[in-house]
C-alpha cells in the first residue's frame, strides 16, 4: 500500500461528515468509517477522508476510501452488522432502541435504530402488534438493514 505518513495520523484529505458522498462504488470500495449505499460511497462517521489504492495483485482493483477519524472511534453500525440493543420506545408502527454492541463489540457512540412494523416478521406484517412484540427495556439482537440519511444534502 502506498499510504503516507500524513494519511496514517489524519491529517491529510478533506473533513467529511456522516452521510457525506465520498464517491461512487463503481470506482471506490468502501473501508473503515465509510459504508456502500447503492452506487453511492458514504461516510458514516466525522473524520478526514482517505483513499488507499488497491493492493498488487488483488481482485478488485478499485481504490479503498476511508474515513480516518480526529479521535479513535469503536464499532460503528454499517448495514448487515449484527447489533445488540435496548428497547427504548415502542409506537404503533415502530419501535426505538439504543444500540449498546455491534458485531459483538461494545460501542463508544450513542447509536439509535429504529425496529419497523414491516420488519418484525416475514408474513402477516398487517398483523403485528408492535406493543405485544416490544417493551421498553427489552434487549434485542436484530441486522442492521439500513442507515437514515439525514444529513444527504450537507456537502
Known amino acids: 500500500m502506498a499510504a503516507t505518513a500524513m494519511d496514517h495520523d489524519g491529517g491529510g484529505g478533506?473533513?467529511?461528515t456522516p452521510g457525506e458522498l465520498l464517491g461512487?462504488?463503481?470506482?471506490l470500495a468502501a473501508g473503515r468509517g465509510a459504508?456502500?449505499?447503492?452506487?453511492?460511497?458514504?461516510?458514516?462517521?466525522t473524520g478526514r477522508r482517505r483513499i488507499v489504492p488497491p493492493a498488487p495483485g488483488s481482485d478488485?482493483?478499485?481504490s479503498t476510501v476511508e474515513v480516518v477519524g480526529?479521535?479513535?472511534?469503536g464499532a460503528v453500525p454499517q448495514p448487515g452488522s449484527v447489533?445488540?440493543?435496548r428497547v427504548t420506545k415502542v409506537m404503533a408502527r415502530m419501535a426505538s432502541a439504543d444500540i449498546m454492541c455491534v458485531d459483538?463489540?461494545?460501542?463508544?457512540?450513542k447509536f439509535t435504530g429504529m425496529i419497523r412494523q414491516q420488519d418484525v416478521r416475514a408474513t402477516e406484517i398487517d398483523k403485528v402488534d408492535m406493543y405485544q412484540s416490544y417493551r421498553p427495556g427489552d434487549i434485542v439482537k436484530a441486522m442492521v438493514v439500513s442507515l437514515i440519511r439525514q444529513m444527504m444534502?450537507?456537502?
Open 104 to 109: 459483538s463489540k461494545a460501542i463508544k457512540e
Open 60 to 62: 478488485d482493483q478499485r
Open 14 to 16: 478533506d473533513v467529511v
Open 153 to 155: 444534502q450537507y456537502k
Open 83 to 85: 447489533v445488540i440493543a
Open 35 to 45: 459504508y456502500a449505499d447503492g452506487r453511492s460511497v458514504r461516510a458514516s462517521v
Open 70 to 73: 480526529h479521535k479513535a472511534h
Open 24 to 27: 461512487n462504488s463503481l470506482t
